[in-house]
């Protein structure tokens, strides 16, 4: 079972950028789809991004469309994603996932899930 760590998540003023990354353990990480969800206080977990094991595809919700980049190295089962021209309203625990295919990650169809990383973005 591949287990899930997020880091990379912290303070950042309003127009500034953060990479968050999400480090896999297990030998499947990359047949896994993979993708990223945020949930603000008193919101519901939403999709931000998502990714396919091949890295061919991605998908990107369009609150963050233009603004971030999902990627992975499945040579050191790892995800990223890149955030920039952060705004206030982008502060959120953002988990790490992982799933069968970008279409059903974007559902919240997710196998595994990571603990977060909180970012928050100040005005």
């Known amino acids: 079972q591949v287990q899930l760590v997020e880091s990379g998540g912290g303070l950042v003023q309003a127009g500034g950028s953060l990479r968050l990354s999400c480090a896999a353990s297990g030998p499947t990480f990359s047949s896994y789809a993979m993708g990223w969800f945020r949930q603000a206080p008193g919101k519901a977990r939403e999709f931000v991004a998502a990714i396919t094991s091949s890295s061919s595809s991605t998908l990107y919700s369009n609150s963050v469309k233009g603004r971030s980049t999902i990627s992975r190295d499945n040579a050191k089962n790892a995800m990223y994603l890149q955030m920039n021209s952060l705004k206030p309203e982008d502060t959120a625990v953002y988990y790490c996932?992982?799933?069968?295919?970008?279409?059903?990650?974007?559902?919240?169809?997710?196998?595994?899930w990571g603990k977060g990383a909180l970012v928050t973005v100040s005005s």
């Open positions: 996932a992982a799933g069968s295919t970008i279409v059903s990650i974007k559902v919240g169809g997710v196998n595994i």
